[in-house]
């Protein structure tokens, strides 16, 4: 059985969710995958640069909240809380 993690953005930390080996992502829970969580640039740069990734899709995080980059696999999925208005 695939274990499903829920992380909580708050103000202190933002998460992000990527597998980097095979773009593992939970379609029974959300769907078809869009195009680019597939790409192989995209997985490395979420974590290379998850701030630059983040702020492409419209995201700032300010620079005093951390950013944890969670890797998904096909054991383990994540899925975030978003942070309440």
């Known amino acids: ?9 708050t103000a202190r930390v ?8 095979c773009s593992c992502y939970p379609a029974k829970l959300l769907g078809l995958s869009p ?6 640039t995209y997985r490395a740069r979420a974590v290379r640069d998850p ?7 419209g995201t700032e995080v300010p ?13 383990c999925r994540y899925i975030v809380i978003p942070e309440r208005p």
Do not use: M, P, Q
């Not at 909240?65 to 054991?75: F, G, I, L, Q």
């Open 1 to 9: 059985a695939t274990e499903l993690v829920a992380v909580r953005n």
């Open 51 to 57: 701030r630059g990734v983040l702020a492409e899709f």
């Open 35 to 40: 195009d680019w969580y597939k790409s192989r």
């Open 14 to 21: 933002h998460n992000i969710v990527v597998c980097t080996l």
């Open 63 to 75: 620079a005093e909240t951390e950013v944890r980059v969670h890797d998904s696999t096909a054991d």
